[in-house]
């Protein structure tokens, strides 16, 4: 079972930049490939970064947004550059063994999430 904790939202201006992290605890975290999404409210669950083999992007934020983790650490980090008021949202971090990268209901865990607000 592998348990996690996202921290690092909060509240921006346009153009600004924020650096998520993901905390994981419980499980054999290496093996995971690692997603971040995010929900808008009336909105579903959207795919925005994964990193497995290799790095994943949303088009929506390609260029702006970089994922990286450090195994040693059993982390996992979202870096946001360039935010948009359209990028608020509370941002997920999501685990799987075996997943379909966009697919949130192909991730077996997921964190609470952590509230990114951009101002215009």
């Known amino acids: 079972q592998v348990q996690l904790v996202e921290s690092g939202g909060g509240l921006v201006q346009a153009g600004g930049s924020l650096r998520l992290s993901c905390a994981a605890s419980g499980g054999t975290f290496n093996r995971y490939t690692v997603g971040w999404f995010q929900q808008a409210p009336g909105k579903e669950r959207e795919f925005v970064a994964a990193?497995?083999?290799?790095?994943f992007y949303a088009d929506s934020v390609k260029g702006r947004f970089t994922i990286s983790r450090d195994n040693a650490k059993n982390m996992v980090y979202l870096q946001m550059n360039s935010l948009k008021p359209e990028d608020s949202a509370v941002y997920y971090c999501?685990?799987?063994?075996?997943?379909?990268?966009?697919?949130?209901?192909?991730?077996?865990?997921w964190g609470q999430g952590t509230q990114v607000t951009v101002s215009s």
């Open positions: 999501a685990a799987g063994a075996s997943v379909e990268i966009s697919s949130p209901r192909t991730y077996n865990y």
């Open positions: 990193i497995g083999w290799r790095e």
